[in-house]
């Protein structure tokens, strides 16, 4: 955030200015701001990005849950003898499922819930 700012003031200064400084100035300033603009996105994503921080830390803290989920999903689809199990927030395009084949609390029961 305080990039970002610094990069906005830096412009907002960079236009009230623009009118006294000579091409040579202008594109010094330009590049300094260009330069600022790209250490702020530089910065977003190293810790934001796909490949960023946070999304690794995300992802170290959901994997054990996700992993914990899927074989409490495989044990019970094994026991009963499922061959696909749905996830109705997966956003999968379900238009109807009947309540009495919803095996969530069947899920939660083999997780300890």
Not at 18 to 46: C, F, G, H, P, Q
Not at 50 to 57: A, H
Not at 89 to 109: Q, W
């Amino acid at each position: 955030d305080a990039l970002a700012k610094e990069a906005k003031e830096m412009y907002a200064k960079y236009q009230s200015e623009m009118v006294y400084l000579s091409a040579e100035m202008k594109k010094t300033k330009e590049n300094e701001i260009l330069a600022k603009e790209k250490e702020v996105s530089d910065l977003n994503r190293k810790y934001f990005g796909s490949e960023g921080e946070l999304y690794k830390k995300r992802e170290s803290l959901l994997a054990p849950i996700q992993d914990e989920v899927y074989n409490a999903v495989k044990t019970l689809a094994e026991e009963k003898g499922y061959v696909l199990i749905l996830d109705r927030a997966s956003g999968v395009n379900i238009v109807f499922a009947s309540p009495t084949i919803d095996v969530s609390e069947d899920v939660l029961k083999k997780m300890g819930y």
